[in-house]
Structures are given as structure tokens and as C-alpha cells.
């Protein structure tokens, strides 16, 4: 297709404004799908996405549209991942689009996500479409929502399209603002090929197939590629576009989008944000901007309940790895948990999602350590570490300064709340920035603070103050110094590795104290007496005491029939595989996973 008929753009929305339900929508107007065919929010294919209600993976599929003039168009719909720990898969996704459409729930407003959303296409120059959609619905206040367009996002209230994705209300008009608004790519067909990654996935065939939106030049089934960021070389074993099945093709040429299929094993050979090119030209021309590496940002021991699962566990985490570069891990052992990984996520939806398939698709019983985020510790001699483990912390004595990250933050909420959010926002440490009024009764907060306290249940907290009705985004925001200290809990007398975190020196006692008492109530009785104590170094500032226990219980066993005292030495060793041992005390696994669990 001729670039100028080509379009490329994607949805972009705060979560459930109903940018999957859009999306449907045009493929069904487009006839790329009948609505036969149509299963609800084709898009979101994997099951968890569905049930969750987010989109974790970017697609892209293509379309084709008879305008009201009479030509046809190729549409290039690339969806976004619609949550905040991705905000650098979506950075990618609008790099290969001209335009947007930006939905907003005309019962809801613009949110949190919307301006984040916003933002990043405004970076990434696209053209925006506003959409208000739900009109449908008795409670929509399109005009309110054009206003807030006018005043908050500096687009003409004019612009905006009034839809019902739902009923599908508004989606010629729609079709007909993506040809005339959009621009057309505008790439250079003669130039060697330079394409932009924006997504990629594991084919156990096919190996990765690469998402790709061809800046420069084309690139034929067959053609060497080399990618710019990794330096590995691979041919290219089949090309194609979705629709929203893999359609192949011989040849994608400039402007268009569509898939590469590689051939390499592994996401880490082709990561998001690299360019394609052919290997005679490495070196010589210029990588399409933007690309680095994902950093996972929260850390957490993932330990299989059932220890003989530590293989399968091992397997499941290279395996979703194969499709997720931004999942780490590395092997870890705890004294008190046995084998496991240290697991590195760009936050902490990540890892409930990571932890969720695991469980999901791999029929694992996952425990996980308390997530914590990475910290910069300079020692006394100059040495400065990079600490993603509290069991790795240097002793206090050897501690110069620890730096930790921070984020901004910003919440929308109905004013109504203010009170609540500034009383949370500041008990985690967090600080002022500003506060503007988006309309009469919603303002737009703006703070700063450190992501620890963002992944300790800030979110829950935060609906529930405001009953669901702020929403949040953050960014990374930078290192600061902090007065930090390691907790180590010991019951008698042997420190539980998993259970050390890092917390602010003035919560220290308040964690201790909940971690001990908690702890107090779930170790049953030893036939000694175990203190369980909470400690910062060599000092301890809580401890509780678990009495031993008087009577020898196997007592009741002597004598009775045989049977019955074979069931209860069966029983007694089911038992024991889920004890763990500190020391000299078995802990059932289910304390763990209380404590684990506990806020
Ligand atoms: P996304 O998170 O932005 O992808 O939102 P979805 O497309 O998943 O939509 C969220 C919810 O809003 C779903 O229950 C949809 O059925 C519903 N929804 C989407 N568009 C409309 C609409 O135009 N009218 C009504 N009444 N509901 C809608
Ligand atoms: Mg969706």
C-alpha cells in the first residue's frame, strides 16, 4: 500500500473507558471480523487480561476502510498496554503510530490515565482524536467531559466525537476522523530498512515474532536483519500483519505495520524499542530514537510451596521470560524457605500478573517474600552496592548512606477527599507538590514519594479512602537519600531470613511489633520455651515469648490398635513436610504465608 493511504494509530485510555470495546468495534465496522467471529474483546486474548480487565500485551491488527471518498485505506490499530507498570511498552507502542484516539468515559471524565496516556502520544507527536464515549448511558455528561478536553488537555471541546462503543454509536465517525486527521507516515522507501520494535512474542515454531512498524526502506521474507541494540543477526522467516489472525505477506514497506518472524529463542535477541536493519549497514545509520533496556523496579523471592516443584518453577520462569523481557530472576536459597528465585518486576501489577500465571498455567503454589525496590548502599569505604534483597544488606555498622528510589505521583480525585489522600500520602513518607482544580469538584494532586511505600498496598488504601473513586499513576522519579534500616526477625535466637525487610527507621518498631505478635500466634508450642524477637542490628525492639508445651502429646498414643496409631504417624509426616525448620524450631509453612500476606 502507498504510505499515503496508509493510517497508524492506537487507543488510548484510562483503564475500563472502554478502549478494548472500541477497539472491537471498528474491527467489526471494517468487516476485518464478523461479528460472528466477534468473541467479546478480541484483543485481549489471554484470559487472565480478560478477567482482570487489562491489556498486558500491545497488538496490532489491520484494517481495511472504504471512506466516504471513495478510497480505500489501510488502518494499522495498535493497542496499548493500558497500566502504569508499563508505561515504556506503550512509549513504543505510540512510536508507531501518526494518531490517537483518546476515549473517556462521559460518566467518569479524564482520570489519572488519561493525561499519562495523554502525555506520552504528546511526546511521541501523534495527533489526537478525542473520544467521549458511553454516551449511552444515563449518567453521561458529554458536555461536561468537552469542557474538561478544552480546559485540562487544550483541545478544541469542537474535536471531540461523541460514541457509544457498546452500542456502537459513533464509529463511522470515528473511522471517517482517522483518515482525515491522521497524517499518513511519511517514511523513506529507498533508504535501508530501519523498523521500529514495539512488541514481541515467543512462537515455539516461529521463535520471537516481532512486532514492527516499518519506518524506512522494506523488508522481504528471506532478507537478513540485524538488530541495532543486541547485535544479533537472524533471517526472516516469515512476514505478515494480523487481522486480527497472522495474514502473511512477502513484503512490508515503509509506513506499514506488521510482524517479523525471527527465528531467535528468546525476547532478549529483539527487546522492545530496538530498530531492525540489514546487517551490511550496522553502524552506519542511526537507530530509530528511544530505545533502553526494561528495568524491573520491585523484587521479591518467589519460593514454591511444595519444594520438589523448584524445578517446574525454574521452568515456568524461563518460559515466561521467552515473552517478557522485563522479568528477572536468579536462583536464591533461604535458611528458612529452601530453594527459590529472586524475581525482579516493573512493579507490583507485574508481579501479581507473573505470579498469578504461574499459579494459573503451571498449577504452582507460589510463596512470595514482601516486595522491596533496589537500593544504592555506600559503605563506609566508598563502596557503593546495589541492593535488591534485604537478607543482602550490609551490616549497619558498614552502612554510609542508602538512597532509595522515589516517584511522582499523581492521583485525580473528586475534592471531597483531599483530606483522606493528603493523611495517606504523607503516613508513607510522601510530600507536596501541587494541586490544580480540573473542574469545581475534582482536582489533579501532584506528590512526590518513595516507590517502597507505593508497593506496600498504597493502591487499596487508596480506593478505600475515596471509594473508588481516585485514580493514580506514577514515574519514576530519582534516588534519595533515606533513613533507612534492615529488621530482621528472630525466633530463637536464628534470624528468618525471608522475613528481614527494609523499612524507615521511624516504622521500624510498628512492623517489629506486628511481625512478632503475628508470629507469636501462629507458631504452635515447642516442647521449649521460643522467644520471637524483632531486631535492627544487635538490638532488639520487640519480642514475644512462646510458652513450651507442658504434656508430651504422643502420650494419648500408647497402647490402642495399630491402625489408628499408623494413621497418626502417617499424618504426623504430611505435617512435617510443610514445617520448616529455624534453628531448632519448626515453623509451619502456613505462618509464612500468613506473615507473607500480612500489610
Ligand atoms: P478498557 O479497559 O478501556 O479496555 O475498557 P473495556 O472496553 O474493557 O470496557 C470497560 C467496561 O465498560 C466494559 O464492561 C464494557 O462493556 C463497558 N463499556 C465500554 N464501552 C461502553 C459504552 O459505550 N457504553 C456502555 N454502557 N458501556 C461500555
Ligand atoms: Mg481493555
Not at 521474507?221 to 543477526?233: K, L, N, P, Q, Y
Not at 521470560?321 to 533461604?334: G, M
Request: with cysteine; net charge negative; proline share 5%.
Amino acid at each position: 500500500t502507498d504510505q499515503a493511504h496508509i493510517r497508524n494509530f492506537c487507543i488510548i485510555a484510562h483503564i475500563d473507558h472502554g478502549k478494548s470495546t472500541l477497539a472491537d468495534r471498528l474491527l467489526e465496522y471494517t468487516g476485518t471480523i464478523s461479528s460472528r467471529e466477534m468473541t467479546e474483546q478480541v484483543l485481549d486474548q489471554m484470559e487472565l487480561e480478560r478477567e482482570r480487565g487489562i491489556t498486558i500485551k500491545a497488538q496490532a491488527v489491520r484494517m481495511l476502510y472504504t471512506a466516504r471518498n471513495g478510497e480505500q485505506y489501510e488502518l494499522n490499530l495498535i493497542d496499548t498496554p493500558g497500566h502504569v507498570d508499563f508505561t515504556y511498552e506503550v512509549s513504543r507502542s505510540l512510536a508507531a503510530c501518526e494518531g490517537a484516539l483518546l476515549v473517556i468515559d462521559a460518566t467518569q471524565g479524564i482520570e489519572a490515565q488519561t493525561l499519562a496516556n495523554l502525555y506520552l502520544a504528546l511526546e511521541a507527536d501523534l495527533t489526537i482524536i478525542p473520544v467521549i464515549n458511553k454516551i449511552d448511558l444515563p449518567s453521561a455528561d458529554p458536555e461536561r467531559v468537552r469542557q474538561e478536553v478544552e480546559d485540562v488537555i487544550g483541545l478544541p471541546a469542537s474535536e471531540c466525537l461523541l460514541a457509544s462503543a457498546k452500542e456502537g454509536i459513533g464509529v463511522s465517525e470515528i473511522l471517517e476522523a482517522i483518515v482525515e486527521r491522521i497524517p499518513p507516515p511519511h517514511g523513506n522507501l529507498g533508504r535501508p530498512l530501519r523498523a521500529l520494535v514495539f512488541d514481541s512474542h515467543y512462537d515455539s515454531y516461529k521463535g520471537v515474532i516481532a512486532y514492527v512498524r516499518i519506518v524506512d526502506g522494506s523488508v522481504r521474507v528471506g532478507d537478513r536483519i540485524a538488530m541495532m541494540a543486541t547485535g544479533s543477526v537472524t533471517e526472516v522467516i516469515e512476514a505478515g500483519y494480523f487481522q486480527p489472525r497472522m495474514v502473511s505477506t512477502q513484503i512490508l514497506s515503509a509506513g506499514e505495520v506488521g510482524y517479523l518472524a525471527t527465528g531467535f529463542k528468546n525476547v532478549k535477541d529483539c527487546r522492545v524499542g530496538d530498530t531492525a536493519t540489514v546487517p551490511e549497514v550496522l553502524g552506519q545509520i542511526e537507530p530509530l530514537p528511544g530505545y533502553k533496556p526494561a528495568k524491573p523496579m520491585v523484587f521479591a523471592g518467589f519460593y514454591p510451596v511444595d519444594s520438589d516443584d523448584y524445578p517446574l518453577l525454574r521452568e515456568a520462569l524461563e518460559r515466561l521470560q521467552l515473552n517478557d523481557a522485563s522479568l528477572s530472576f536468579e536462583p536464591e536459597t533461604s535458611a528458612a524457605l529452601g530453594f527459590g528465585f529472586r524475581c525482579g518486576f516493573l512493579g507490583l501489577l507485574h508481579m501479581e500478573i507473573i505470579q498469578e500465571r504461574l499459579e494459573r498455567e503451571y498449577g504452582l503454589r507460589i510463596l512470595a517474600t514482601a516486595p522491596n525496590v533496589e537500593y544504592y548502599v555506600t559503605k563506609r569505604n566508598g563502596e557503593v552496592v546495589k541492593v535488591d534483597n534485604p537478607s543482602a544488606f550490609p551490616p549497619p555498622g558498614e552502612i554510609e548512606k542508602i538512597e532509595e528510589p522515589w516517584v511522582e505521583l499523581s492521583i485525580f480525585s473528586p475534592a471531597r477527599y483531599i483530606g483522606p489522600i493528603m493523611e495517606l500520602v504523607t503516613a508513607r513518607r510522601g510530600v507536596f507538590k501541587e494541586m490544580k482544580y480540573i473542574e469545581a469538584d475534582r482536582v489533579l494532586l501532584t506528590y512526590r514519594m518513595p516507590l517502597a511505600e507505593l508497593i506496600v498496598d498504597f493502591h487499596d488504601q487508596l480506593k478505600s479512602r475515596t471509594q473508588g473513586y481516585a485514580s493514580l499513576d506514577y514515574s519514576f522519579a530519582g534516588y534519595r537519600e533515606a533513613d533507612l534500616v534492615k529488621l530482621d526477625i528472630l525466633v530463637n535466637g536464628q534470624p528468618v531470613d525471608a522475613l528481614s525487610i527494609i523499612v524507615h527507621r521511624s516504622e521500624a518498631y510498628r512492623r517489629g511489633r506486628a511481625l512478632v505478635e503475628k508470629l507469636h500466634k501462629l507458631i504452635p508450642r515447642q516442647l521449649f520455651e521460643v522467644p520471637i524477637q524483632a531486631a535492627i542490628g544487635s538490638r532488639v525492639i520487640a519480642r514475644e515469648t512462646i510458652k513450651a508445651l507442658r504434656k508430651d502429646v504422643l502420650a494419648k498414643c500408647y497402647g490402642g490398635d495399630v491402625t489408628r496409631k499408623k494413621k497418626l504417624l502417617e499424618k504426623q509426616k504430611e505435617g512435617k513436610k510443610r514445617m520448616k525448620m529455624v534453628g531448632s524450631v519448626e515453623i509451619p509453612q502456613e505462618a509464612f504465608m500468613a506473615v507473607l500476606s500480612l500489610k
